[in-house]
């Protein structure tokens, strides 16, 4: 099976996404109308709606299709932004928040409205949990809930006590939630697949095993070097997300990669009170730990420590000992699958959209909420070049800074902060 250079480990994703058709690397010079530097959700949902529209698209992917965070997440879809409305009203005001909220249900909408119209199948499964792994939060969650409901107009999610709690995640680890029934959890590997067909049905042209290695601009024109061929183009899109690497500076500087690991386990057929409902959930920790049931019963489960900087010998591990935390009866569970990606964040973990150069713009740094808001950007990409909306300035419109110390010092830095956070989960 493919072992992807990017990232560690083979996923469950890849063992049950079925077939997975391999696109040629790019072979010789070429010209488009838009180019397109990631072959994951936004890459290829603007592939898609920008054939579609008749525009010329040429996609260069540096691995296969999915290798990155698209294809190795945690599935979940989530509602909203990265965070709550009333943790963002106080500094955007209502009336922006209200339109930042809107369109994220516009994104959930979209991504579910695409695998239907489309026939991908997602194993789209309903319902999500956040839930508070710290006592005495129950009038902070109530409060959330109560404003989802009444200030937003979203009425599909409520409270959750401590008794319920228990009962739907199947562990007395919890002290309260909310839990939304307006949302849920797919294959997100399933999805990337069934967008590299439609868009190459749509007429896209899609390459993978063609990293872009160099971005230039000549004459009103931008070319982006590749193994394979250069390839001259009217407008670019870049959509790596995470994997920037030194490509281009301001995308650099601004979408930080941190790895995050996910573990699969055999079929829980023994112990139907985990997660008896098979929803999605997240907790409350700075660094998350998310889960969930498959379909064919296995609990997937996701996380990251501040010690896991560098890629482990042994992710299950890991990823057993946390598991072990909320259920104890699954300390020796076998792990069949784990595997690890880069999530691309930005330090106000809101997307990060911008032109960069002339012609030239970088959508990315989703901050672990991209399955919806990925596919949405791509699609508003297209939808703009197309002079159809001009939506995506709700994102350029926010102020999304440079992460401090410069290319040397980053990462050093964000250890230090992630092994501080670590430690406030741990109190």
Known sequence: MWQSPIAPGISWYQASAGERPDYP????????????IGGGFTG??????????????????????????????????????????????????YERTRALFDMAERAKRHLLDFARDNEVEIDYQPGYMSVSHKPGKDEEYRKTADIMANRYGYTAIRFMDRQETEERVGSTRFHCGVYDAGTGHIHPLKLVIGLARCAREAGASLHELSPAMAIRQSGGKTMIDTPGGTITAEKVLIATNGYIGRLEPVTAAHIMPIQSFIGATVPLDGLPGVIPGSEAIADSRFMVRYFRKTKDGRLLFGGREAYTAANPGDISIHIRKQIAEIYPALKTVEITHSWGGSVGITLPRKPFVREVMPGVTSIGGYSGHGVMLANYCGKLYADEITGNTSELDFYRSLAIPPFPGGHALRKPLLFLALTWYALLDNL
């Open 25 to 36: 690397a790019l072979d010789g010079d070429k010209s488009t109308d838009v180019a397109i």
């Open 44 to 93: 290829l949902q603007a592939a898609f709606n920008l054939a579609k529209a008749g525009v010329s698209v040429t996609l260069v992917e540096a691995a296969r299709f999915g290798d990155g965070a698209s294809g190795r997440n945690g599935g979940q879809i989530g509602t909203g932004q990265r965070a709550w409305p009333d943790e963002m009203e106080p500094q955007f005001g």
